[in-house]
């Protein structure tokens, strides 16, 4: 579209004055002047009420003048312009014909004027500043807004009343040095030229956007621009993105008017024509600069692959050489020609001189393959009992190169170690045979020093526990079955004790078995047989501390209280070989069965016999060295009891008040009292509907019914003390006794023992562990 075609849509002076004269209208419009606007024809009827007015034309008759218009007319300094329905007016000031239309009137105007100050010849207004000569019209160029053209006002307005404009004077100046290098009347001026290299360019160029030009149909499409102020016609969507200052320069200069020298299409294509120059340069410099880095990473590359190759070549070449010697073992296997020392040869070689191939390709699993019949071979004549490092060094060669190689270390289902795979396969079947055949459990030393010569890291762990558990255990379990304390003349603890730093978490399902054997063989057995303290006291830490503790109330504390019961106490002549007996079981019998013991069978024949001797009147001091004998013949483990303690008081206060008649029996027995420790806690107090203690000095002894019935008693009252069941089972005996029902437990009293039903038969048990079982 050209641009004459194109109306302006700015908002004018005629707009501005007009929007608020709608009202003022007094005629309709026609269809003439509706589509026309100020251009349409008027009839002479329709001019009534506007303004026209021509150059040096009088203003006649039909000026209709408004106070407001010509306030706003007398208030425009300097002869200013008006812009009246479309056209622009200019009033001059003063002239020669002014107030020459009062011919026509009364001269009212004129009055109005000289009585206002106003004298002929000179403006009108305070500072005489108001216009005289008649407005003029002056057309307007073009349909652009106002001022697009340049200055409106008319010639004899510019004359009449000269302004100074620095917008104008601006312009001329930036015009004069827009065209500085045009030659002037100055011929002697020399234009000077800037120039620029191509590394200039290139140096300028390095964060510049470049422009692709492209030859297709979007490049060659015209694109309007109204982004701006003003509406642009570009010469295609390239010259958007373009340096603004051409196109905004190129764009401008189609509108100047140049004076001398107007071509801008040849401006615009010397710019269009240097532009794409640098921007060539440019790319030109960037293409170049990608070329050089693509060959420095092209040459980088081919480095790496001529690396690569030669790495592979030397690869190849080495399993080449590897792969013979591959062969030479295959070869010599299947021929059944292979020694240890070939294979040893050949797998070390391949270990130290083809160690990756080694181990990428996972030779050590070969091993066995090859080695496990000759390793087998070699270890048919070895007798592990009787030189239990020999063939050491041969499994130590072999770990280094077998054990640990593998590529695959620690993923999930992957094979055997070639090493333990080997070991398991010879050295365990070798070991095993051994154990299972000829070794005999009671000679532990042999197989212990084989176990302590193959312990890890030379046999792994699980290997060496797979021994023990599952050949060894088995073994000392059977013999132990086997065993008789009986006949058997060597201590079953001389040989399973050298186990327990082995097998001390793994021999508990045994240790019942033992128990069982040693409670059997006690049955008959009496005090004066110290070989039961031998055979015992190993035991001590071993068992459990309830399970020694019911061993020794079963089978080893009513030995010893017959011999107590059975005990002589003489005054003059006492046998104390008994007592030794039980002074020899001190450091094993639990404290509690030792005061259990001395409680019921020695203490009550002991105060009998003091009571009978005081009843004589003895000395005092004999009285005094019989006590002190006695007291120190009391074990050391419960000499400071206070059940001990209380006893020997008892004893004391007796004496003192038998023989108080005697001079110095008194202090003396109570010197000896007051070196008694103190009580550390009161003995309890007897359950209610219990028998009164019976006296110290009671002359007759219980029989062996009277002390059986105490013990049910006793024992009785203690279940009801815990709250365990204890009934008679009426439909059962044992050795035609009555059978009670304990809690989870059957027992039955025979004389001073409690015989519990175990798994194993009828047992004999102290109190405590039938209350803690039950």
């Not at 251009?39 to 002479?44: C, G, N, R, T, V």
């Not at 004069?176 to 002697?188: A, C, M, Q, V």
């Not at 240097?274 to 340069?281: P, T, V």
């Not at 097998?503 to 049955?523: C, E, F, G």
Request: charged content about 25%; hydrophobic content about 35%; some cysteine.
């Amino acid at each position: 579209m050209a641009e004459e075609d194109m109306e302006s849509f700015e908002v004018t002076d005629f707009d501005l004055e007009n929007e608020f004269a709608g009202a003022k209208r007094s005629h309709r419009f026609t269809k003439e002047q509706q589509i026309y606007g100020v251009w349409a024809e008027h009839s002479d009827g329709e001019e009534a009420g506007q303004m026209t007015v021509a150059d040096d034309e009088e203003v006649g008759p039909k000026l209709v003048t408004s106070k407001a218009q010509l306030g706003a007319m007398a208030g425009d300094s300097g002869g200013g312009r008006r812009n009246v329905m479309g056209s622009t007016l200019t009033v001059a000031k003063g002239g020669s014909n002014i107030g020459s239309w009062e011919k026509h009137t009364t001269g009212i105007g004129s009055k109005l004027l000289k009585s206002m100050g106003y004298k002929e010849g000179m403006g009108l207004g305070k500072n005489l500043q108001g216009i005289s000569t008649p407005v003029e019209a002056n057309k307007r160029k073009g349909k652009g807004a106002i001022g697009f053209y340049g200055s409106e006002r008319s010639e004899r307005s510019i004359k009449d009343y000269p302004v100074h404009d620095s917008d104008e004077e601006d312009k001329k100046k930036f015009e004069e040095e827009l065209h500085h290098w045009r030659k002037s009347g100055d011929s002697n001026k020399k234009v000077k030229y800037l120039y620029k290299s191509a590394d200039e360019v290139i140096k300028e160029g390095r964060n510049k956007k470049i422009r692709h030009i492209d030859d297709s149909h979007i490049s060659k499409t015209k694109v309007i621009d109204m982004t701006g102020p003003e509406t642009r016609v570009l010469s295609s969507y390239h010259a958007i993105t373009g340096q603004k200052s051409l196109v905004a320069s190129y764009e401008e200069s189609r509108k100047q008017k140049y004076e001398k020298f107007d071509v801008p299409e040849l401006i615009h294509n010397v710019q269009m024509l240097l532009e794409m120059s640098e921007e060539d340069i440019i790319k030109n410099a960037r293409r170049k600069e990608q070329q050089s880095n693509r060959i420095v990473h092209i040459e980088h590359e081919k480095e790496q692959l001529d690396a690569v190759i030669a790495k592979e070549e030397r690869e190849l070449h080495t399993l080449d050489e590897a792969l013979l010697l591959l062969e030479k073992l295959e070869t010599r296997f299947s021929e059944k020609a292979l020694t240890l020392d070939e294979v040893a040869q050949i797998f070390d070689k391949l270990h130290n001189e083809f160690r990756e191939v080694y181990i990428g390709y996972e030779l050590p699993y070969l091993g066995p393959h090859y080695l496990t019949a000759l390793f087998k071979e070699a270890l048919s004549t070895w007798n592990p009992l009787v030189n239990p490092t020999q063939h050491q060094h041969l499994f130590r060669f072999w770990q280094k190169l077998l054990e640990g190689t593998a590529s695959n270390q620690g993923v999930l289902d992957q094979p055997m170690d070639p090493y333990h795979q080997l070991l398991h396969d010879t050295w365990f079947t070798a070991v095993r045979s051994t154990i299972l055949g000829p070794w005999e459990p009671r000679d532990c030393g042999p197989l212990i020093a084989l176990i302590e010569a193959w312990k890890p890291p030379l046999i792994p762990v699980w290997l060496c526990a797979q021994i023990l558990q599952n050949v060894v255990l088995p073994r000392l379990t059977r013999a132990v079955h086997e065993w008789n304390p009986l006949v058997d003349a060597v201590p079953i603890h001389t040989w399973l004790h050298p186990w327990l730093p082995h097998l001390s978490d793994h021999m508990h399902t045994i240790y019942p078995v033992i128990r069982q054997k040693l409670a059997s063989a006690l049955v008959h057995w009496h005090p004066s047989d110290r070989s039961a303290n031998l055979v015992l006291s190993p035991w001590v830490g071993v068992f459990s501390e309830v399970s020694m503790n019911s061993l020794l109330q079963s089978s080893i504390q009513p030995p010893l209280e017959k011999v107590l019961l059975e005990l002589p106490i003489n005054l003059h002549a006492q046998n104390l070989q008994p007592w030794y007996w039980f002074r020899d079981w001190e450091d094993i019998l639990p404290v509690s069965s030792q005061l259990d013991i001395l409680e019921r069978c020695f203490f009550p024949r002991w105060f009998q016999a003091l009571g009978t001797w005081l009843s004589s009147g003895p000395v005092h001091t004999e009285v005094v060295a019989w006590y002190k004998g006695w007291r120190d013949l009391i074990p050391s483990r419960i000499i400071g009891h206070p059940q001990i303690q209380q006893k020997f008081q008892q004893a004391l206060e007796v004496s003192r008040r038998a023989l108080s008649f005697q001079s110095g029996a008194g202090d003396q027995f109570g010197i000896l009292i007051s070196s008694l420790a103190k009580l550390v806690e009161a003995p309890p107090p007897p359950p209610p509907g219990s028998p009164p203690p019976s006296s110290p000095v009671a002359s007759s002894s219980l029989t062996d019914e009277a002390r059986v019935g105490t013990l049910r008693d006793i024992t009785e009252r203690r279940c009801a003390e815990r709250g365990i069941v204890f009934v008679p089972l009426l439909d059962k005996t044992h050795m035609n006794r009555p059978v009670y029902r304990c809690g989870k437990r059957q027992i039955s009293f025979q004389k001073n023992l409690i015989y519990a039903n175990t798994e194993t038969g009828w047992m004999p048990t102290s109190l405590n562990t039938l209350l803690d079982e039950a």
